[in-house]
């Protein structure tokens, strides 16, 4: 060996070698995680099988899970997405890890990509095991996949981009405590096992614009009436995800 040479060559890997490491990193913490995981997998699980299994609330004609499956694949969408990566991100932001990356070769953007493909790989993990349980319980899907893949994309998009602005604005704590809450509330009110036509019309108007709401009524149109791709709900999901991101990239503190 030459003088002044090394083997490895000292250096950064290359860009794409980095995220695919970071989102695998991120990855196996989120599914680590008891809390991720009560929030990604076991509630809505548990939301599946309890109001398919027992008459809680009346979801209209037809099989209970033919109406409660594609809501709780919103859910499960918003669970990972928004609730899960805004407090992950938010305590790391809090502990400095954010700030120490940031200063590491992986470029800011490529720290975000990784965090965007570990929601989708979580995500597909998540929407596989309730299609199983949905399944087994009688469900029967209809309408096109493309239509579902762009409406579940697009909700990614969408919570991502609040959740991230949240951690990325808020103290740990209160991100914390507002992801959760915002969890709730719109496990409620978003059309995940309550239709919306149950609300008053005024309610029921305003509840129509969330991003839950918007995903859970998509993806009922398409995999419930075997409508074609529903454009009112994706058209509020990308105007939640062009404001989401943008008030996010703009925002965002890093420490």
């Known amino acids: 060996m030459s003088a002044g040479t090394y083997t490895p060559k000292p250096g950064a890997a290359p860009v794409g070698r980095m995220i695919a490491a970071q989102a695998a990193l991120e990855t ?85 990509a990784a965090k965007t493909v570990s929601v989708l790989v979580t995500e597909v993990l998540q929407i596989t095991l309730l299609t199983v349980i949905a399944l087994a319980l009688g469900w029967s899907p209809h309408g096109n996949p493309l239509s579902v893949l762009l409406l579940l994309l697009l909700g990614t998009a969408a919570f991502s981009g609040l959740g991230l602005l949240m951690a990325g604005t808020l103290k740990a704590e209160a991100t914390l405590a507002a992801a959760n809450l915002v969890f709730l509330l719109l496990l409620v009110g978003g059309g995940v096992v309550v239709p919306l036509e149950k609300f008053p019309d005024a309610a029921r108007a305003a509840l129509e614009l969330l991003p839950i709401s918007a995903l859970s009524e998509g993806l009922r149109d398409v995999l419930r009436g075997g409508a074609p791709m529903p454009w009112g709900p994706a058209g509020i999901l990308a105007v939640w995800a062009v404001l989401g991101l943008g008030a996010a990239a703009r925002f965002f503190r890093w420490e």
Not at 57 to 70: I, Y
Not at 96 to 106: F, H, N, Q
Request: charged share 15%.
């Open 28 to 112: 196996r913490m989120m599914l680590r995680n008891g809390e991720q995981l009560l929030l990604t997998v076991i509630i809505p699980s548990l939301l599946l099988v309890l109001f398919s299994t027992v008459d809680i609330v009346d979801t209209g004609s037809g099989e209970a899970v033919d109406f409660l499956a594609p809501g709780v694949l919103a859910l499960a969408v918003m669970s990972t997405a928004f609730t899960g990566q805004a407090i992950a991100t938010g305590f790391e932001r809090r502990y400095g890890v954010l700030k120490r990356l940031g200063a590491s070769p992986l470029p800011r953007w490529a720290l975000m």
